[in-house]
């Protein structure tokens, strides 16, 4: 009993303690000419949907919801926006090759036709970015039809 309540306390103070180890929330500089959606300039429809699913974590345009104050939930999302931006920054559109581009696009539908993004735990904390089985199918044949 006597080793659990030790824990108990320790585990507090290491909570209290990460709580000084905030995450760094400023938005890098863009150029909004090289948006991805400037750029290909989609139905407006299909625009809020990629901005409301994906441009928290795919593009320089973070939002960040007020649990991203807590440690070390914040430090969990950001780990997302970091991996996120890494592997496509809609922000950074303008700066692909062509190859890139192709390619990103192609992973794009796969990952929207799999339902893999936006991720569930995203979906969970945002419900404007849950896809409905239309909203697949619109940005899907909208992905299609810029390849
Ligand atoms: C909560 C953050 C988050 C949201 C929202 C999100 N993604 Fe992602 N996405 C990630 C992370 C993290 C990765 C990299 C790790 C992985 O593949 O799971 C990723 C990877 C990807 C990749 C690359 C996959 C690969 O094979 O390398 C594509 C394409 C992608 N996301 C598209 C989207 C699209 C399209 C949306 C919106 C419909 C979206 N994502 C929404 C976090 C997010």
Redesign the pocket.
């Known amino acids: 009993m006597k080793l659990i309540k030790r824990f108990l306390v320790l585990a507090l103070i290491a909570l209290v303690i990460i709580q000084f180890i905030s995450i760094d929330k400023t938005n890098p500089p863009t150029d909004p000419a090289k948006d991805f959606i400037t750029m290909t300039n989609p139905p407006a429809n299909i625009g809020s949907l990629?901005k409301s699913?994906?441009y928290?974590?795919?593009s320089n345009h973070t939002e960040y919801p007020w649990y991203t104050n807590v440690q070390p939930v914040a430090w969990w999302v950001k780990g997302?926006?970091k991996?996120?931006r890494k592997?496509?920054n809609f922000s950074e559109w303008g700066d692909y090759s062509a190859d890139k581009r192709a390619h990103?696009i192609e992973?794009?539908i796969e990952?929207?036709e799999e339902r893999?993004?936006?991720?569930k735990?995203?979906t969970w904390s945002h419900a404007d970015?849950k896809?409905s089985d239309n909203d697949v199918e619109s940005l899907m044949s909208w992905f299609r039809s810029i390849k």
């Open positions: 990629i699913a994906c928290d974590c795919h997302h926006i991996n996120g592997k496509l990103k992973e794009n990952e929207i893999h993004m936006p991720l735990s995203y970015a896809l």
